[in-house]
């Protein structure tokens, strides 16, 4: 049953205010304190979810029906059964669900905390710090010194490393920005951060906050510096700051390794290990179980660097770092390094209040600075543009496995929310929040892939003899395979190798070899993907929708990150992929 509605006086409500099925909010509330709350009822649609609002006291906004609930007090709570405003029409539905009154929400007071506090930020010049520092200093023009670590012979080449980094913004910006950050030639890697003593003392002096970033590299040695040891390090330093009030770790869902079903966001203990979790008596002994000892693993990779030679060195690491991961329940070197940077940043902490904020797949903003920044080939897009190539016509995947996304901002926004939250509270304990989609909004891979096809069919790419690239809906394998043999063959009959003369040796030489290299490539990067292909883990956000629930609507509007709002067709078609197209490729033609 549905009916005209009366329209609301103070506020335009969309779908970006509604928060996840089963949660309320008094996001929003009028000048006479009239309740607004959210309610989102969970349906969905190819081009994304429907939300419906629901509206209760009082009754001028909701009409003088009969069935309409009576205006409510912190003794009842409010039923679907009030008015509900979907698509412009009132509608009643023949189910109640119950929703719990609660009172307006202050918010949680982000802008206030934010203003005249110092920070220190490690990775300063990676693709999430960069836009961390970017919505600080359009939001928070008040903020006080930014502290970037970046990796530098001196102060000076720190400062020219900043400056290029920045061309996201107009002179002017740039201008204000280089008043308030504070580039600082320094190395995670090194003690007291590889910092000289007069800076190392003025921020220990001057921050309030720490923030930690790191990158990723596939050198078992390497990540074990930077992502196991440079957090503790990093915390080490923090203990000699007099007004630090939180150190913010910035990690990955993915340390979460093959765990399966919801997973929860629990903080790592030293020695633990997802092998050890999944395993029981019946399935293998006790005793065959490994056992993790952070220091074990560095004088192993220690060890096996002066074993080796110089040239086989790289390789040589890469390999133990996979070695390791799989035995102990990880996916790849990355995520296990992340992990046990997260144990020793647990075990280390001491009476230093810490966030760990675990970001799924990240990519290009959703909304700010614009829609569809982005800086270097993120996870998906190596695949997203080979498809648009017409070179990767077929992937290795479920088609109906989720594919967990978050956009850049929206990472950027939990970040600071938690920040704000947790440097006001300033309690002794770690807390960790997933950021992420898929147990929110999720999105299927083949609807990825669908999505992608459906851009570069409207809005082909162009290849070097200036003609539109036709490319076919994606196939999927289920293994490498049958993965493996079919790449071979497109990559085969589409090099014309078989077309050459027999006679012409020089040319088909050349020809095979040019397909070689491409199938090393393609398998290559089938291969990093394959552990998340058939992903069965869904990363429970209940820390981070509460946190959402913390904020006013005003912090929501300047600092939301409600993943549920996003129309993945339209963020995939109108927005990430013509932001990897302007900001990756630059218009380049094919080759």
């Keep these: 049953m549905s009916t005209p509605f009366l ?120 693709f999430l710090a960069k836009a961390f520092v970017e919505k600080m200093l359009r939001t928070v023009p008040d903020v006080g010194k930014i502290f970037l670590l970046i990796k530098a012979n001196d102060k000076e080449a720190a400062i020219d490393r900043l400056k290029n980094e920045e061309q996201t913004h107009g002179e002017s910006f740039k201008a204000f920005m280089m008043r308030k950050l504070v580039p600082v030639a320094g190395n995670v890697c090194e003690s007291n951060l590889g910092m000289d003593l007069y800076t190392a ?17 596939e050198r078992y040695d390497v990540a074990l510096n930077t992502n196991t040891r440079g957090p503790s390090r990093l915390l080490g330093f923090a203990k000699k700051c007099k007004k630090l009030s939180l150190f913010l770790h910035v990690s990955t869902a993915y340390v979460n390794g093959e765990r399966q079903g919801v997973i929860m966001e629990k903080p790592f203990h030293m020695g633990q290990t997802i092998a050890g979790e999944s395993s029981t008596s019946k399935t293998l002994p006790i005793l065959s179980i490994p056992v993790l000892d952070i220091i074990d693993e560095i004088k192993l990779a220690s060890d096996l660097k002066l074993s080796v030679h110089e040239n086989e060195v790289a390789q040589k690491m890469k390999e133990l770092g996979l070695q390791r991961a799989k035995m102990f329940g990880w996916q790849n070197t990355y995520v296990f390094t992340k992990a046990m940077g997260e144990m020793l940043v647990n075990s280390v902490r001491g009476d230093i209040p810490v966030v760990i904020i ?61 920040i704000a939250k947790h440097g006001i509270a300033a309690k002794p304990e770690l807390n960790v929040y997933h950021v992420g989609s898929s147990t929110i909004n999720p999105l ?64 088909r030489g050349k020809l095979e070899m040019k397909c070689k290299k491409k199938m090393e490539h393609v ?35 300047d600092f939301g990150f409600n993943v549920g709002s996003i129309n993945w067709e339209n963020y995939i078609l109108n927005v990430h992929i013509p932001g990897l197209r302007r900001h990756i490729m630059k218009g380049r033609l094919v080759s």
């Design 7 to 126: 329209a609301y006086k103070s506020y335009s409500l969309t779908s970006t205010h509604a928060i996840p099925n089963g949660r309320s909010t008094p996001i929003l509330t009028t000048a006479n304190n009239h309740y607004h709350y959210y309610y989102n009822n969970n349906s969905t649609r190819t081009s994304g979810r429907t939300y419906n609002i629901v509206c209760c006291q009082n009754k001028e906004n909701a009409g003088s029906y009969g069935n309409l609930s009576a205006v409510p007090t912190q003794s009842n709570g409010i039923t679907s059964t009030d008015m509900v405003v979907e698509s412009g029409t009132r509608t009643i539905p023949t189910t109640t669900t119950t929703i719990p009154l609660m009172k307006p929400c202050d918010g949680i007071g982000i802008v206030s905390y934010l203003k005249g506090k110092n920070y220190l930020i490690t990775g300063a010049t990676g």
């Design 201 to 217: 003392n003025e921020i220990t002096n001057e921050v309030d906050v720490i923030i930690n970033y790191t990158t990723f590299d």
């Design 358 to 418: 675990r970001p799924t797949i990240t990519e290009s903003t959703h909304k700010e600075p614009f829609p569809g920044w982005i800086q270097g080939n993120r996870m998906l897009d190596p695949v997203i543009i080979s498809y648009g190539k017409g070179q990767l016509p077929g992937f290795i995947g479920d088609p109906k496995g989720i594919v967990d996304v978050v956009p850049l901002d929206m990472v950027v926004n939990a970040s600071v929310a938690a």
């Design 444 to 507: 299927l891979v083949n609807d990825l892939f669908k999505f992608s096809c459906d851009h570069f069919t409207c809005s082909p790419l162009v290849d070097s003899k200036g003609e539109n690239i036709a490319i076919t809906g994606m196939k999927f394998f289920s293994s490498m395979d049958n993965f493996s043999s079919y790449i071979s063959d497109e990559i085969t009959q589409r090099s014309g190798v078989m077309d050459a003369p027999i006679s012409d040796s020089k040319l």
């Design 523 to 557: 398998v290559h990067m089938a291969k990093l993907y394959e552990p998340y292909a058939f992903y069965r883990g869904w990363f429970d956000n209940r820390n981070t929708q509460k946190l959402m629930e913390d904020m006013s609507f005003e912090e929501m509007k």
